[in-house]
């Protein structure tokens, strides 16, 4: 009656170890020594396109006086921007305001509504940068009295972009193979890769000054970085 009882668990037994033995290499290899490395990529480029921030704000005792006083600069300094080539695609309305002035409140008299104040705000997009002073100068010419919000970038900013990945997988590699050797151990495959965002577009330090008209520009180089994380197998202790 014992014999097919031990057989039966000497059975079951075979089959555990046959089931946990996928398992254990699993572990093992799970164990496998890593190291995981985060390297940065940046290129500078010469940008090729500007963007500005440009508008009109006009003052007057009634509101609808100067709201149609700031739209029709409006529409003045649109007209122009059809005449220098500027896209409609190029140019968008970014602002329409209307605010009241107040007056009195300091010398303890009660404060009253003295005007009002009007905004017009054009967001423009200037593809040929040889003309940006031009385009400038002609705007402030034709009543635009605010400026702000002038940046450099790419219409293709993909090239560089690519590059910049390339320079960050190198930067990681780079980084692994010096930690694995002064660990004493050789560097094993690339077991993942991801990029930790990027693509930032930012102004590097002025360095070419074109003028036209009065408005000297300044476009400087664009630059575009990025991060990737990658994770290594170690191998064996380096002879």
């Known amino acids: 009656m014992t014999r097919p009882v031990r057989s039966h668990v000497a ?26 490395v985060t390297g940065e990529g940046e290129v500078a480029a010469t940008p090729d396109m500007a963007r500005v921030s440009l508008g009109i704000t006009a003052q007057n005792a009634k509101a609808d006086a100067a ?14 921007l059809d005449e220098l080539g500027i896209e409609a695609r ?9 605010r009241p002035l107040w007056s009195g409140g300091n010398d303890g008299t009660e404060r009253v509504i003295s005007g009002f104040e009007a905004g ?11 003309r940006l002073g031009e385009v400038l100068g002609a ?55 991801a990029e930790a965002g990027g693509g930032g ?4 330090p002025m360095m070419e000054m074109a003028r036209a008209s009065a408005v000297p520009v300044a476009a400087g ?13 170690l191998g064996e202790a380096a002879e």
Do not use: H, W, Y
């Open 221 to 233: 180089e664009t630059v575009l970085s990025t991060q990737v994380t990658m994770v290594f197998e």
């Open 139 to 193: 705007v402030l010419e034709d009543g635009a009295n605010q400026l702000s919000g002038l940046s450099f970038g790419l219409q293709d900013p993909k090239p560089v972009m690519e590059d910049a990945r390339r320079a960050a997988v190198e930067d990681a590699m780079q980084k692994a193979r010096v930690l694995a050797e002064a660990a004493g151990l050789s560097l094993g495959p690339v077991l993942s890769i």
């Open 90 to 98: 190029d140019r968008q309305s970014s602002d329409i305001s209307l």
């Open 67 to 80: 709201m149609n006083e700031a739209s029709q600069v409006a529409e003045t300094l649109i007209a122009r």
């Open 11 to 36: 059975l079951i037994a075979a089959t555990c170890l046959a089931l946990a033995a996928p398992a254990v290499a699993m572990a093992q290899e799970a164990q496998a020594p890593r190291i995981t």
């Open 201 to 204: 577009q930012a102004p590097a």
């Open 120 to 130: 017009n705000q054009l967001s423009v997009r200037v593809r040929d940068l040889d």
